[in-house]
């Protein structure tokens, strides 16, 4: 079983120091995060993350990015859209693709909520604690007002179906997000919209008003048109990325991105959703306000 404490890392960077040095050390960044939130006193603030488990140079640049933008935004936690762990899943690997890359944030006590991508190893990924799945492929939490559903797009039951429509169903929330892998709209080339999972999702989503998804697989951003009165946003590129993959004109893509890496920052208070998308250098590259719909 994964060790759910951080007992790994110790001896990574004891036996191993070339881990934070220059091979893996993040670059510094020198200029002061640009933070267009409105950072409301008690608003939900959170972080978004997909296909991120490299443990290369790139992702500790996201990672390091976000931590900049942490000292500001203050964000509580962050969504993972899977693919959260790439190649093998030993204790190192879960060391260097993830507990060294975001420990600045860890050690603020961020909490990191996980879905499982493709690549990932389910039984092992679910029960590792600082993913926070309490040992399941999909689940759901709260923050205030706004309710989180974390779902495994990889084998999409009737059993997680009928949970979803359940749990959507008794919901309260102001706000729904539903999040994991598989885009059901894209304008990306390599794998393109799930046609299959969007039959199955989009009824339930629209009978319980869910107001945004979140997803990765692609490895772009996209902000999508809303689509049956929905929010849909891309993340699939905080380590992975392919260059020019979206395809130009995109009749659903608000804003495309495919040239560098990014994470994306939410924060939400009463009726607005606040955003902004930064790349792995630190620029701005989409940014706005929404208005939560009534869905269904």
Do not use: C
């Amino acid at each position: 079983m994964r060790t759910t404490k951080f007992l790994v890392l110790p001896l990574l960077l004891a036996f191993f120091p070339g881990l934070v040095g220059d091979q893996l050390a993040p670059p510094h960044v020198s200029h002061p995060p640009d933070v267009r939130l409105p950072l409301k006193n008690g608003s939900v603030r959170f972080a978004v993350i997909g296909d991120n488990g490299t443990g290369e140079r790139p992702q500790l640049q996201v990672a390091e990015q976000m931590q900049s933008y942490w000292t500001v935004v203050k964000f509580d936690f962050v969504l993972m859209n899977g693919d959260n762990i790439y190649g093998g899943h030993k204790p190192s690997d879960f060391a260097t693709k993830f507990e060294l890359p975001y420990k600045p944030l860890l050690d603020e006590s961020v909490k990191f909520y996980a879905s499982l991508g493709n690549h990932d190893d389910p039984d092992l990924e679910r029960n590792y604690k600082p993913y926070n799945m309490g040992g399941d492929r999909y689940y759901t939490f709260r923050k205030r007002d706004v309710q989180f559903f974390a779902l495994d797009s990889n084998y999409m039951d009737p059993k997680q179906l009928d949970w979803l429509e359940s749990q959507l169903k008794s919901s309260d929330a102001k706000w729904k997000i539903a999040f994991f892998h598989h885009p059901l709209f894209t304008s990306a080339k390599y794998h393109g919209s799930d046609m299959d999972l969007r039959k199955e999702l989009m009824p339930i989503f629209q009978k319980y008003g869910v107001n945004v998804v979140m997803s990765g697989h692609e490895h772009v951003y996209e902000r999508i048109k809303p689509q049956g009165g929905m929010y849909f946003f891309v993340v699939g590129n905080s380590g992975e990325l392919r260059f020019h993959n979206l395809r130009h004109p995109s009749d659903i893509d608000v804003v495309g991105f495919d040239t560098d890496r990014t994470f994306l920052l939410v924060e939400i208070n009463g009726d607005k959703l606040d955003f902004e998308t930064v790349s792995a250098t630190g620029e701005v590259i989409d940014s706005g306000e929404l208005d939560r719909q009534q869905v269904g």
